[in-house]
């Protein structure tokens, strides 16, 4: 069957975005747009960092959304693309552009860099996105000597920590199921043992592994100001281990953070918006809501 949606629409599905780097990409509502409302009480910047080699299809059914909620709040899309991760310098370039941008935005007294109520709404998924956030967490530190503005999250699949069973989905997923699979299941093993021995035997020459990195700065509440957050997980992800989620809700939770958990039962990775839509950004606008009380 023939789809009725134009073929630039299905060709370029970030088409309503304008492209900052391959990595970083922003949506700015036209100016007839923000006059319709002052837009009180919603975000004036939705950041969304995406999880590891999403498609663009994949991504644009997230934005859409947050258009249609949101309609006069800013995007800031970054991706996170497996490639640039292998080197640290690479991934930490491919932040840069959203760092910019954002900084651009706190310099013109668009964004607050000292907010009293959140005015960024971070929706993070996967490691990924988890990744994407703790390099632009902490490069904010880094560049202006102040942590990230006051915003409010919600973390979708995420974060996981090392473990065999997750790791090896995650690298699989590229392979279906048949010859090429068989083939190659050794090599992929060998991969992740040999990563464990680096990050953990050897951890001494490799450093911190980034799945723990990102747990960690997460959870440094000097860091990482937020008025609250929100979890969004599955028991049956396969990628990304559901008690590990829960496991850093509940250290957020005793560091007095303000902490929601979405359990979903039957829902792969990423995949809970398609599972239950109406529940899914019911949570997300709850979240963003919560944090309007909670100055």
């Known amino acids: ?66 258009q249609t909620i949101y309609p006069t709040s800013t995007i800031l899309l970054v991706k996170f693309v497996f490639e640039e991760s292998i080197f640290a310098s690479r991934l930490n370039k491919s932040v840069e552009p959203a760092f910019a941008y954002l900084r651009s935005k706190i310099e013109s007294g668009i964004l607050s860099a000292s907010p009293v109520r959140p005015e960024i709404l971070v929706h993070v998924f996967s490691n990924g996105g988890s990744a994407t956030m703790q390099i632009l967490y902490r490069l904010f530190q880094s560049q202006t000597g102040r942590p990230f503005p006051l915003h409010t999250a919600v973390y979708d699949s995420c974060p996981g920590m090392y473990s065999f069973s997750s790791l090896y989905s995650v690298f699989m997923v590229n392979f279906p199921k048949g010859l090429l699979r068989l083939i190659a299941t050794p090599f992929i093993t060998a991969l992740i043992v040999c990563l464990w021995i680096w990050h953990h035997p050897l951890r001494v020459l490799s450093g911190e592994d980034f799945l723990l990195k990102n747990s960690r700065v997460h959870n440094d509440l000097d860091l990482v100001k937020q008025t609250n957050r929100s979890y969004i997980y599955g028991k049956t992800d396969v990628m990304v281990d559901w008690k590990h989620v829960e496991k850093h809700a509940k250290e957020a939770t005793a560091k007095g953070l303000l902490v929601r958990r979405e359990v979903y039962e039957r829902s792969a990775h990423v995949s809970h918006m398609r599972t239950d839509g109406e529940r899914y950004w019911k949570t997300v606008t709850e979240t963003w809501e919560r944090a309007m009380r909670s100055h």
């Open 1 to 66: 069957m023939a789809s009725n949606q134009p073929a630039t629409a299905v060709a370029r599905p970030l088409s309503t975005m304008k492209k900052l780097s391959p990595f970083v990409y922003f949506y700015e509502p036209e100016a007839a747009a923000t006059r319709q409302s002052p837009g009180e009480g919603v975000p004036k910047l939705v950041l969304i960092a995406a999880w590891m080699d999403a498609r663009d299809l994949h991504i644009a059914k997230y934005i859409a959304q947050y």
